[in-house]
């Protein structure tokens, strides 16, 4: 049996709060770098821990505090980045809303041929997604950390629930939280979901 | 005296004389092979000059994701023995009713004794110490302990209830506990992880002795959040130092070391008993790396035994003084105790 430890990057400065921040390459504000050190104390002592991350900046911050005695050694992954809002990037769901009412409803029912303003279509991002489990499904580390953010890890969650991946904001998985899932012969089963430890 | 617990006694070896050093220990049930090599390179890193994770919160998360639980659901202990008391403690109250199935571990008896619960046993009988599954679940529908005691696989008995059994025990603690003693599961299933099987039950695991620790004196407990919560309310702070903090991370980083020695336990246990029943000693049946033989006078023969420098268990603090309890070693110390065992038959 083998380990995937999920991990959603630290939390962004205030004023990106409640804002679409997908491809946006923010920092970790303070508050982050506190719960990214926090994520320290669990996964002390564990050098064969093989850490997976996103290539954004508030991934990689919080995978160098997390684990930092891998330091340079997490393995960038480009599937593991945010979905790109495009046009909606840096915009709240008001904005977003007034500006493009069928396009959020669209997004809502995860409608098959719906792209973000000049973004991420949603099934490339259902692509990449796909692509991300089935290479977590079949790793060979007995534990793997993977730094990502919330709507990879929410989606995946989903995906592996068996649940519809429109249904992904009900799940809860707070900024620096850990997510826990068991493989065994190739298949998932999740123990835990945004827990702080 | 009456032997409490397995391991040497240096007082005792001092008045007969006897070097510690010249005596092979098969009084205590120890995985032979030793923890994992790189044990000792972690306890080497540790720095005694600082406090320990108060919440041991490496280790917690990486025994929650081995036993597919939530580190909530997991409460890290300074050995078995200060987890039992933990729940006698915050689970008894004075004139409780509780149930031990035995014969079995002295510490159950002793922490509710402690606490004054009201004490009753369920006692398996020799020849084969087999226990009535049909009988235990009657009894324990019937007394309604608040606490039910199960060593599984049991000690020094060595019998084991499957799964099924186990959770009619724990259906039939209803609204009572039932405390799972698993200490010895490594040695006789395919994992010594898992949840536990139902909300009532709350499953101690050892680490002294498959991951063969006895000396930095760790364990763990997996249960529903609400018994942990008042378990860890008494427990005291810094339970668990640095030093088995640092060696259970360890070994925790090298499961195949364990699954590798687990193996080689058994076929050792499995070639001691062979040996031992060939010189016609009364081996009682179980699947466990500890042996439960049928001597006469156990006192006696430890005495002997111990003459010969080996060292086994006398069972009369079981309530079993006609027993002894040998634990397995390795093949070249099991031939010296079978050799030790034909000289005195």
């Given amino acids: ?197 | 005296m009456l032997e409490t617990h397995g391991g040497l006694n240096l007082l005792e070896l001092a008045d007969a004389g006897i070097e510690p050093a010249s005596v092979m220990d098969f009084s205590a049930n120890v995985n032979p092979f030793g923890p994992s090599p790189h044990t000792l390179a972690a306890l080497r890193r540790v720095d005694p000059g600082s406090y320990p994770d108060p919440e041991a919160r490496a280790l917690r998360l990486a025994l929650a994701a081995a036993n597919s639980s939530t580190p909530e659901n997991v409460l890290v202990g300074n050995g078995t023995a200060d987890l039992i008391w933990l729940a006698a403690h915050s689970l008894l109250k004075p004139g409780d009713p509780l149930l031990i199935v035995g014969p079995t571990f002295g510490e159950y008896e002793r922490s509710a004794r402690a606490v004054g619960g009201r004490l009753s046993h369920f006692t398996a009988r020799a020849p084969d110490f087999q226990i009535d599954i049909d009988h235990l679940t009657w009894t324990i529908r019937d007394l309604r302990p608040r606490l039910t005691f199960l060593c599984n696989p049991n000690n020094p008995t060595g019998q084991h209830l499957v799964d099924a059994d186990v959770q009619r025990v724990a259906t039939a603690c209803g609204r009572g506990w039932l405390i799972l003693d698993e200490a010895y599961r490594g040695f006789v299933s395919d994992s010594p992880f898992g949840p536990p099987p139902r909300p009532n039950v709350i499953v101690l695991r050892s680490m002294t002795k498959d991951f063969a620790l006895p000396g930095l004196r760790l364990g763990y407990a997996v249960a529903a959040s609400k018994p942990l919560e008042r378990m860890r309310a008494f427990q005291p702070p810094w339970s668990v130092n640095a030093a088995a903090q640092a060696a259970g991370l360890a070994c925790m980083n090298d499961l195949k070391h364990l699954w590798r020695t687990l193996d080689m336990t058994t076929q050792s246990a499995g070639m001691l008993r062979a040996g031992l029943t060939r010189t016609g000693a009364r081996v009682v049946t179980a699947p466990t790396h500890f042996l439960l033989v049928e001597v006469g006078d156990g006192g006696t023969w430890r005495e002997r035994l111990m003459a010969e420098g080996c060292l086994v268990r006398d069972c009369a603090s079981f309530g079993l003084p006609q027993f002894v309890r040998v634990g397995t070693r390795r093949a070249e110390e099991n031939d010296t105790l079978v050799r030790a065992w034909k000289r005195l038959t």
Avoid at chain 1, 10 to 33: C, D, H, K, W
Avoid at chain 1, 87 to 108: C, H, K, M, N, Y
Wanted: aromatic fraction near 8%; hydrophobic fraction near 40%.
């Fill in chain 1, 1 to 197: 049996m083998n380990t995937i430890y999920l991990v959603r990057h630290g939390a962004v400065p205030r004023r990106y709060r409640l804002r679409f921040i997908g491809r946006t390459n923010v920092p970790l504000s303070q508050e982050g770098r506190r719960q990214a050190r926090r994520l320290a104390t669990l996964f002390l002592h564990r050098p064969e821990l093989v850490v997976l991350c996103s290539p954004m900046r508030r991934a990689r911050a919080t995978a160098r505090l997390a684990v930092p005695h891998h330091n340079g050694k997490s393995q960038i992954i480009r599937d593991l980045r945010e979905m790109d809002f495009g046009g909606w990037e840096g915009l709240t769901f008001e904005q977003i809303r007034r500006l493009d009412p069928s396009g959020v409803d669209q997004w809502a029912n995860f409608s098959g041929t719906f792209r973000f303003p000049g973004g991420e279509r949603l099934r490339s991002f259902q692509a990449r997604l796909r692509r991300v489990a089935r290479g977590l499904l079949r790793h060979r580390a007995p534990e793997l950390l993977v730094v990502s953010h919330g709507g990879v890890i929410r989606s995946l969650l989903c995906l592996w629930k068996g649940i519809p991946l429109c249904r992904y904001p009900e799940i809860n998985v707070p900024p620096g939280s850990v997510s826990i899932v068991r493989v065994q012969n190739g298949k998932p089963r999740i123990i835990s979901m945004g827990t702080s430890g």
